[in-house]
């Protein structure tokens, strides 16, 4: 049995929040995915977390038990052991993250070890405030998606493939202690290289076209959903992959102009899902390939089989 997606939900910062914070996003997510599906809290047997930047360059305690208690997730293991005692962990690797976790998702389903993983992936600016920060690439965002085991044959995510280019890194995010003063917990430095883009392309599309031969995909009714490491990065692969661009997604924020807008980083495959099926996904489509691009230079690839199609 495959696994899938029960439930996804994004979070974004409200107004009224003197800054963002990844707890709160992810843990906001997390419970709207849950309440959509009208399961407690203490159905879910696994947390993974996979955001990188955080507020206040936040590195311990690990995350994922923040975002746990956030969502009420099986505080008292003791008092509340079945259907799960509930177990979090934080799982980092920049914009593949939800694929990486996806696919520690599907070991987990596929032994019996839990009936249900929720996956949060959020990133904030340290200071709280990414568009306080024009040298900042990213967008404040949190997504969650709950997964389970499929009860329709064939439904649900295949085998997730990884693939590392060759370097530089192309994007390094650290913070200067040379220079950072008394204000360090809010401050984070993004250093990416001018031709980022087209060597991720080049990864991307190596990576698809693998993907597509060895598991058999028709790409006539599949369609790609990937990350947006520069605004027309979904159009040049599909020239790239000579597909039909309405078949080539890159996820962006409803009503956001891309030119203008962060990047979505480790939330970027929920938005992408939630707006493929928000925009009416044509039932020409049967299927979904995730695919997920960043720093290392690194690639990530999982084909999603959606039921009832």
């Known amino acids: 049995m495959g696994a899938v997606i029960a439930a996804a939900s994004l979070a974004l910062p409200r107004p009224a929040d003197a800054s963002a914070t990844t707890v709160q996003l992810a843990g906001r997510a997390a419970r709207d995915c849950l309440s959509g599906t009208g399961l407690s809290p203490d159905s879910v047997g696994v ?3 996979v955001g990188v930047y955080r507020e206040s360059n936040t590195f311990e305690p690990a995350l994922a038990a923040m975002v746990q208690k956030e ?7 003791l008092a509340d052991a079945v259907p799960s005692a509930g177990f979090s962990f934080d799982l980092m690797n920049g914009a593949c993250g939800v694929l990486n976790a996806v696919q520690v998702a599907q070991a987990l389903l596929d032994t019996g070890s839990t009936d249900r993983v929720l996956v949060t992936a959020a990133d904030v600016h340290p200071g709280g405030r990414a568009a306080d920060d024009p040298g900042y690439p990213y967008e404040d965002l949190g997504g969650a998606l709950l997964l389970e085991r499929s009860a329709e044959p064939g439904a649900g995510f295949g085998p997730v493939h990884l693939r590392s280019g060759p370097g530089p ?26 031709d980022r883009a087209g060597k991720l392309l080049d990864l991307a599309a190596v990576t ?14 599949t369609m790609v959903v990937c990350s947006r490491p520069a605004p027309d990065f979904a159009a040049r692969l599909a020239r790239r992959l000579g597909l039909d661009p309405a078949s080539v997604q890159a996820a962006v924020l409803p009503g956001s102009d891309p030119e203008r807008t962060g990047e979505p980083h480790t939330a970027a495959p929920v938005l992408g899902y939630l ?4 925009g009416g996904l044509p039932h020409a489509y049967e299927e ?3 695919l997920s691009v960043g720093a290392g230079p690194s690639a990530a690839c999982a084909s999603y089989r959606l039921t009832g199609r």
Request: hydrophobic letters at 35%; charged letters at 20%.
């Open 47 to 49: 947390l993974i977390n």
């Open 71 to 77: 969502a009420g997730i099986n505080l008292d293991y």
């Open 169 to 194: 890194t192309g994007t390094s995010g650290y913070l200067d202690t040379a220079t950072m003063g008394a204000g360090g917990r809010q401050l984070i430095t993004v250093e990416q290289d001018a």
């Open 208 to 221: 698809v076209s693998e993907y597509v031969e060895e598991h058999g995909l028709d790409t006539e009714r």
């Open 275 to 278: 707006t493929a099926l928000e």
């Open 288 to 290: 979904l390939l995730f």
